[in-house]
């Protein structure tokens, strides 16, 4: 089936340090979304990208839409204690319903 | 707050036995999504339900159902349990129906099969 791969798995980081991750897909995507999900809680959407090669910032997080339409990719600036948590990005191949969720990148901040 | 609202927060059970977790969307979203997430692992797409009907199928195990009320609100089913099926389980709903975009998660069932 369609996958998402998702890199780094995790990531150590000194506080103020800028972070980037991204997704890679075999398929073609119609929309691509980044979540953040703190220890027991649900994901919590942070940004999401309709168009090829859109870029869209949310505070000090930016994401990108590849023009390829097979990746995206998110930038954190500046990282702060808080940042800390597992980032799922996910997409929406073209003709389908279903949501694909990558296996997340695990972020730890030090202070 | 999402608006999606799951319960039981935690349920601890034994192997064999069955357990039914439950999700109310947020108002006026009509799709209902599940997936499971075990330790260290991504979200699983189990299965979406738009105003009733099935949308769309994941990887569902056949000893797992689920169905959506005419009230929108939807339940998932997990029978003969076994060890591996301990998992956080989120139901996540959104607007709109035939594209996802934007799901909204619950704050997940901590299922325990002991």
């Known amino acids: 089936g369609q996958q998402l791969n998702q890199s780094p798995q995790s990531m150590f980081i000194q506080e103020g340090e800028d972070v980037s991750m991204n997704c890679t897909s075999s398929?073609?995507?119609?929309?691509w979304l980044w979540y953040k999900q703190d220890p027991g809680e649900g994901p919590v959407l942070l940004i999401a990208?309709?168009?090829?090669?859109e870029l869209t910032s949310n505070g000090r997080l930016t994401a990108q839409f590849g023009i390829t339409r097979k990746d995206s990719f998110l930038n954190i600036s500046a990282s702060i204690p808080s940042d800390v948590g597992i980032y799922f990005c996910?997409?929406?191949?073209?003709?389908?319903?279903?949501?694909?969720f990558g296996a997340g990148t695990r972020l730890f901040v030090k202070a | 707050d999402s608006g999606v609202t799951q319960t039981p927060k935690h349920l601890i059970t034994a192997t064999g036995q069955r357990v039914t977790l439950r999700c109310s969307p947020r108002?006026?979203?009509?799709?209902v999504y599940w997936y499971q997430q075990s330790l260290d692992q991504g979200l699983q797409f189990l299965i979406q339900?738009?105003?009733?009907?099935?949308?769309a199928k994941g990887n569902i195990l056949e000893r797992f159902s689920a169905q959506q009320f005419p009230d929108l609100h939807s339940e998932l089913n997990l029978s003969s349990l076994e060890l591996g099926d301990s998992a956080l389980y989120f139901c996540?709903?959104?607007?709109?129906?035939?594209?996802?975009?934007?799901?909204?998660f619950g704050s997940g069932t901590q299922l325990s099969v002991l």
């Open positions: 398929s073609i995507f119609n929309t």
């Open positions: 996910a997409g929406q191949p073209t003709g389908g319903f279903k949501t694909i």
């Open positions: 990208l309709y168009k090829a090669g």
């Open positions: 996540a709903s959104s607007p709109i129906g035939g594209n996802a975009e934007k799901l909204f």
């Open positions: 339900y738009y105003n009733g009907e099935e949308r």
């Open positions: 108002s006026g979203d009509l799709s």
